[in-house]
């Protein structure tokens, strides 16, 4: 028997790996199947299985075209309802796979129709926990993405905490535990960065799987502190449940070179959005008017999803030369498959063609510390609500990145916003956004937070007031 975890660190996902007597199954595949096909062929075994934990919302699982190509059996748990063939298993039903069998449990909550998958080794010993994104290491699943008429977050919330204690809860302490996702992920709100653990562990260390926790308790500590989802989640779920394009088909018509002038042309024509996948330095140097930065070196996907809310929206990149087909890719496991093409040759064409370009301003954090001394400064902190909550410059305004499109009214256009983040990813995100949209006098700190504490040059404070601030 073997078992692989296969993570995806700009997603923070899991995807697995079982592998028993020339028999496979994949667990919550991403959507780019080809490794998973190469992986089974080079150990001479079939895929017999591909097992869903639920109808994702944060990426487009590979279900589909690793079925089309493997003749592989989809399976769900009970209450999933989607729009294509699939075997929807019973609770507690078993499936062979080799020597080795996979018990369903369903484990409403996250989603209805959530479910887990419990490995029992060749002597019939429970193994291995395959989570999804019921329970998490350090944290369980957000109760709010499901929501209907008839369905509050409470209700979700209500039936996750019956799920731990009465499906998971239960099982020995040494079953491992297999998550959906780790740290970084929009699922939860707590998860660790370590990527497995025993449940034993989870049992003593999870906030969430207290033994003397009342349902009460439970559902207020789940529900609290949760931030809005990125638009783009249901839009996945709908693509998961109803169907979507081969990623072949969506890499080949994205993977379209565009002179400059061509390049151009379609942006002007179709109204497509232009995403620089630069690194945020080289952007700042030099970029093309109205281009968004959301650098590939960091969580590019999720907030390409938080950023632009539809999934249908005309795109166009501009990226370091070689590196088109990542992009491409990370962007069609979210669903962004509407990608017109790419800029050839990069911005180094685009500069080399004498075409218009814009720059943005920087400054050091000791800079910025000396400018405080000259007057007050407007400095937006582009963090989310709990790292600002941690610690922040005293008396400095937190908009958090994914809350900008909504609150950019609030930014006076007439004074010089000086913007951070951590380490300097989001705040030139957040500077292009605000440059697109007319405001001109933007500077960037450099090295964000991080090089501000280093500086001992601020008041630092870790007392932060309620606020009514959300996304709207």
Same mark, same amino acid.
């Given at each position: 028997m073997k078992i692989e975890q296969i993570y995806t660190g700009c997603l923070a996902q899991g995807a697995y790996y079982i592998e028993s007597e020339g028999q496979v199954a994949i667990i919550d595949p991403l959507r780019e199947v080809k490794p998973y096909v190469e992986q089974a062929a080079k150990a001479g075994a079939t895929i017999k299985y591909v097992l869903e934990t639920h109808f994702h919302a944060d990426f487009v699982s590979g279900h589909l075209d690793l079925a089309r190509q493997t003749g592989a059996t989809i399976v769900y748990g009970p209450l999933a309802k989607p729009n294509f063939e699939a075997h929807i298993a019973t609770d507690g039903e078993e499936l062979q796979l080799g020597s080795v069998k996979i018990r369903v449990l369903h484990t409403p909550g996250h989603t209805m129709e959530s479910t887990c998958y419990l490995l029992l080794d060749e002597t019939g010993k429970e193994t291995a926990l395959f989570s999804g994104d019921t329970l998490f290491i350090g944290d369980v699943g957000r109760p709010d993405l499901a929501q209907k008429a008839d369905l509050t977050m409470n209700d979700l919330a209500g039936y996750l905490y019956e799920s731990l204690r009465t499906k998971i809860m239960t099982l020995?302490?040494?079953? &491992?535990?297999?998550?959906?996702?780790?740290?970084?992920?929009?699922?939860?709100?707590?998860?660790?960065?370590?990527?497995?653990?025993?449940?034993?562990?989870?049992?003593?260390?999870?906030?969430? =799987?207290?033994?003397?926790?009342?349902?009460? !308790?439970?559902?207020?500590?789940?529900? *609290?502190?949760? /931030?809005?989802? @990125?638009?783009?989640?249901?839009?996945?779920?709908? +693509?998961?449940?109803?169907?979507? !394009?081969?990623?072949?088909?969506? =890499?080949?018509?994205?993977?379209?070179? =565009?002179? $400059?002038?061509?390049?151009?042309?379609?942006?002007?024509?179709?109204?497509? /959005? &232009? &995403?620089?996948?630069?690194?945020?330095? *080289?952007?700042? +140097?030099?970029?093309? $008017?109205?281009?968004?930065? &959301?650098? /590939?070196?960091?969580?590019?996907? @999720?907030w390409v999803g938080t950023l632009v809310p539809d999934v249908k929206h005309n795109l166009l990149l501009v990226c370091e030369p070689g590196q088109e087909q990542e992009a491409l890719t990370r962007l069609a496991r979210v669903g962004y498959d509407q990608v017109l093409g790419f800029l050839a040759g990069g911005f180094g064409a685009w500069k080399a063609s004498g075409k218009e370009s814009d720059t943005l301003l920087s400054v050091s954090a000791e800079s910025l510390a000396d400018r405080m001394t000259e007057g007050e400064l407007e400095i937006i902190d582009v963090r989310k609500p709990g790292e600002f909550a941690a610690e922040h410059i005293a008396g400095v305004r937190n908009i958090p990145l994914e809350y900008l499109n909504d609150h950019m009214a609030e930014l006076p256009k007439n004074k010089t916003l000086f913007i951070h983040c951590a380490g300097g990813y989001r705040s030139m995100m957040a500077a292009s956004i605000l440059r697109a949209r007319g405001y001109e006098n933007l500077v960037d700190v450099t090295g964000g937070f991080d090089a501000i504490k280093k500086t001992g040059l601020f008041e630092i404070t870790d007392y932060v007031c309620p606020t009514s601030l959300k996304k709207v």
């Amino acid at each position: 028997m073997k078992i692989e975890q296969i993570y995806t660190g700009c997603l923070a996902q899991g995807a697995y790996y079982i592998e028993s007597e020339g028999q496979v199954a994949i667990i919550d595949p991403l959507r780019e199947v080809k490794p998973y096909v190469e992986q089974a062929a080079k150990a001479g075994a079939t895929i017999k299985y591909v097992l869903e934990t639920h109808f994702h919302a944060d990426f487009v699982s590979g279900h589909l075209d690793l079925a089309r190509q493997t003749g592989a059996t989809i399976v769900y748990g009970p209450l999933a309802k989607p729009n294509f063939e699939a075997h929807i298993a019973t609770d507690g039903e078993e499936l062979q796979l080799g020597s080795v069998k996979i018990r369903v449990l369903h484990t409403p909550g996250h989603t209805m129709e959530s479910t887990c998958y419990l490995l029992l080794d060749e002597t019939g010993k429970e193994t291995a926990l395959f989570s999804g994104d019921t329970l998490f290491i350090g944290d369980v699943g957000r109760p709010d993405l499901a929501q209907k008429a008839d369905l509050t977050m409470n209700d979700l919330a209500g039936y996750l905490y019956e799920s731990l204690r009465t499906k998971i809860m239960t099982l020995p302490d040494d079953v &491992i535990v297999y998550p959906g996702h780790g740290a970084g992920s929009a699922c939860g709100k707590n998860m660790s960065k370590e990527t497995t653990d025993t449940l034993g562990n989870q049992k003593r260390f999870n906030y969430a =799987l207290r033994a003397s926790m009342s349902k009460e !308790e439970f559902i207020k500590e789940v529900t *609290d502190g949760l /931030l809005a989802p @990125p638009q783009y989640f249901p839009q996945n779920v709908a +693509l998961n449940k109803q169907g979507y !394009e081969s990623i072949d088909t969506v =890499l080949e018509r994205g993977a379209h070179a =565009l002179s $400059p002038d061509a390049f151009e042309a379609a942006a002007n024509e179709t109204g497509a /959005l &232009i &995403i620089d996948t630069r690194p945020a330095q *080289d952007f700042r +140097l030099g970029f093309i $008017p109205n281009s968004i930065n &959301i650098g /590939l070196g960091g969580q590019f996907a @999720p907030w390409v999803g938080t950023l632009v809310p539809d999934v249908k929206h005309n795109l166009l990149l501009v990226c370091e030369p070689g590196q088109e087909q990542e992009a491409l890719t990370r962007l069609a496991r979210v669903g962004y498959d509407q990608v017109l093409g790419f800029l050839a040759g990069g911005f180094g064409a685009w500069k080399a063609s004498g075409k218009e370009s814009d720059t943005l301003l920087s400054v050091s954090a000791e800079s910025l510390a000396d400018r405080m001394t000259e007057g007050e400064l407007e400095i937006i902190d582009v963090r989310k609500p709990g790292e600002f909550a941690a610690e922040h410059i005293a008396g400095v305004r937190n908009i958090p990145l994914e809350y900008l499109n909504d609150h950019m009214a609030e930014l006076p256009k007439n004074k010089t916003l000086f913007i951070h983040c951590a380490g300097g990813y989001r705040s030139m995100m957040a500077a292009s956004i605000l440059r697109a949209r007319g405001y001109e006098n933007l500077v960037d700190v450099t090295g964000g937070f991080d090089a501000i504490k280093k500086t001992g040059l601020f008041e630092i404070t870790d007392y932060v007031c309620p606020t009514s601030l959300k996304k709207v």
